[in-house]
C-alpha cells in the first residue's frame, strides 16, 4: 500500500516538474524564436524588457491574459471554447512516455527517469500526436469562419499525408530495439545513435514531424498571408495563448522524440545524460527555428505530392531492406 | 542533374541564413542610438533674423498660400517705417506634413526648415506653436540676405538706393 503511493507521489512529482520545465521552455522557446529569426533578418528582436529581453515571455503572457477572451456570434460556442485546450493538453500528455534520464537508483530502489515508462511508448506517441490535430480542425470548425475552416481542412490533409510515413519511418527503430519502449530504444543506441543506422528513416521522420508541427515550411493550416492565420482566425487572448504555446510545446515534444529515437538519447561522452537530452532537444528545437527562418512555405499539394508520392514509398523501401538487412544478420 | 540543383537550392539558403545570424544587425536602436540627418534634412520649422538682428518674415502670406494642409496662420502688421512683420504667427505641427513647399516659396528665407525631428509628443495642443517657440536668433541656412537690402519700399535705404536698384524712374517725364 505504502509502495503505491509512494510511487504515486513519485509521479505526481515528475508530472509536476515536467510541467513547469516544458511550460517555461515552450516560453522560452518563444523568445529564442524572436530573436533568432530576429538576428537571421538583421533585426535584434525583443531586447526592452530585462537584460536580452529576458522578461518579455511574461508580458507576453499578461498582455494576452488581459486581453478580452472573444467569442464570434455565429460560432459553436462549447467546441470554440475548448478546441484551444485541447491542443495544448494533447501536446503535454506526449511527454508523459519521454525518457529523459537513465533510471536513477535512490534508497536502493529503481527510479525510472520517466514519467510512465509504457511498454508501447511509440504508439501512445503516435496516437496522442494525432489526437492533437483534433483541437486544430475543432477549433477551425467552431469558429464557422471561412479562413479558419480552410486551415482546419488543410491541416487535416496534411495530417493524412505525413502520419502513414512517420510511422512507417519508425518500424525500422522498433525493429533494431526490439521493443515498442522508448527507454528500451534509448538504451539499444548506446554505440550508434540511429541516426547512423538508418538514416533514411532519420531524414523522413524529420521531414515528417516538420510536417506534424505546423511550421515553416509546412505551416499550411496557419499560413498568415494567404488565409489569415487559418484555424486561429477567430481566436484571441489567452485562447490564442493556448493555441500558440501548444505549438511550442510540440516543438519541444518533437525534438524529445527525435532526439530518443534517433540522435541517442540521453548518451552522450562527459556530460550528464540530462544536460546531453537537453543540448539535443534545444538543438533540434534550433533547427526548426533555422528552418522557419529559412524555407519558404510549401504549396498544398506540393506537401500532398510530397507526402504521398515520395515518403510514402521511400519509408516502405527502407523498411523493406532494413527488414531484410536484419533478417540476413540474425540467420 | 535536377536533384543535384533541388538539394543545393534547400541547403545554400541555411548556410546564408546562418550567416546572417553571425552578422550585426541594421537596426538604429533609437533612443540610444541617433542618426545625424543631412543638413538640407525636412524637420521642424523656424523663423529666421536677417544679419542685422530683425525678423526676416514680412507676412506676405505666401507661406499660408502654399501649405497643402494649411498649417501656417498670421496676422500682418505694420512699423511706422513702413516695414511689415507678423503680428503673431502659428504654425500647428499636428497637422504639417514637412513638404517644405513653405520655404520654398518665401520670398525672404524668413521660414526654414531644420534637422530637429525630435518633435513628437503626446500632446497635439502644443504641438501648436507661436511666433515666440518658432522664432530664432540667427539667420539660418544663409547668412547674408536681407530683403530689404535688395528690394523692399525704402525701409533701409530710401528708395531705389539698394546697390542692385535703379533710382525710380519719372513716368510723366517719359512723356513725349
Ligand atoms: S512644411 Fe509643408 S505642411 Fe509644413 S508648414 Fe510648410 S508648407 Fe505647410
Ligand atoms: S514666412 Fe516668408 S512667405 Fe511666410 S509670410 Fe513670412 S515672408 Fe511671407
Known sequence: ?331 | MGIWRDIKGTLLPFWITLGYLFTKPATIQYPEEKRTPPPRYRARIVLTRDPDGNERCVACHLCSAACPVDCISMQAAETEDGRRYAAWFRINFARCIFCGLCAEACPTLAIQMTPDYEICNRDPLSLVQEKEDLLIDGCGKDEEYNFYRHSGIGVVNPRGGNEDENAPVNPKALVP
Open chain 1, 1 to 331: 500500500m505504502s509502495d503505491l503511493l509512494l510511487n504515486l507521489a513519485l509521479i505526481l512529482v515528475k508530472l509536476g516538474l515536467i510541467f513547469a520545465v516544458i511550460l517555461s521552455m515552450a516560453a522560452y522557446l518563444v523568445l529564442a524564436e524572436r530573436k533568432i529569426l530576429g538576428r537571421m533578418q538583421l533585426r535584434h528582436g525583443p531586447n526592452r524588457l530585462g537584460p536580452f529581453g529576458l522578461i518579455q515571455p511574461v508580458a507576453d503572457v499578461i498582455k494576452l491574459i488581459t486581453k478580452e477572451d472573444f467569442v464570434p456570434d455565429q460560432s459553436d460556442k462549447w467546441l470554440f471554447l475548448f478546441a484551444p485546450g485541447l491542443t495544448a493538453l494533447t501536446a503535454l500528455l506526449s511527454f508523459v512516455v519521454v525518457p529523459f534520464s537513465p533510471p536513477l537508483a535512490i534508497f536502493g530502489r529503481e527510479l525510472p527517469m520517466v514519467v510512465c515508462d509504457l511498454n508501447i511508448g511509440l504508439l501512445y506517441f503516435l496516437g496522442i500526436s494525432s489526437l492533437g490535430v483534433y483541437g486544430v480542425v475543432i477549433g477551425g470548425w467552431a469558429s464557422n469562419s471561412k479562413y479558419s475552416l480552410l486551415g482546419a481542412i488543410r491541416s487535416l490533409g496534411q495530417l493524412l499525408s505525413y502520419e502513414l510515413s512517420m510511422g512507417l519511418a519508425l518500424i525500422p527503430v522498433v525493429l533494431t530495439a526490439k521493443s515498442f519502449s522508448l527507454t528500451d530504444i534509448v538504451m539499444s543506441q548506446a554505440d550508434w545513435p540511429n541516426l547512423v543506422r538508418h538514416p533514411l528513416a532519420f531524414l523522413i521522420f524529420l521531414v515528417s514531424i516538420a510536417a506534424e508541427s505546423k511550421r515553416t515550411p509546412f505551416d499550411m493550416p496557419e499560413a498568415e498571408n494567404e488565409i489569415v492565420g487559418g484555424f486561429h482566425t477567430e481566436y484571441s487572448g489567452m485562447r490564442f495563448g493556448l493555441f500558440f504555446v501548444g505549438e511550442y510545446i510540440n516543438l519541444v515534444i518533437l525534438g524529445s522524440m527525435l532526439t530518443v529515437l534517433f540522435l541517442g538519447g540521453w548518451h552522450g561522452p562527459l556530460l550528464p545524460p540530462i544536460v546531453w537530452f537537453s543540448l539535443k532537444v534545444l538543438f533540434v528545437a534550433f533547427c526548426f527555428i533555422w528552418a522557419r527562418g529559412t524555407m519558404p512555405r510549401l504549396r498544398y499539394d506540393q506537401l500532398m505530392h510530397l507526402g504521398w508520392k515520395v515518403l510514402i514509398p521511400l519509408a516502405l523501401l527502407n523498411l523493406l531492406v532494413t527488414a531484410a538487412v536484419l533478417l540476413a544478420l540474425k540467420g
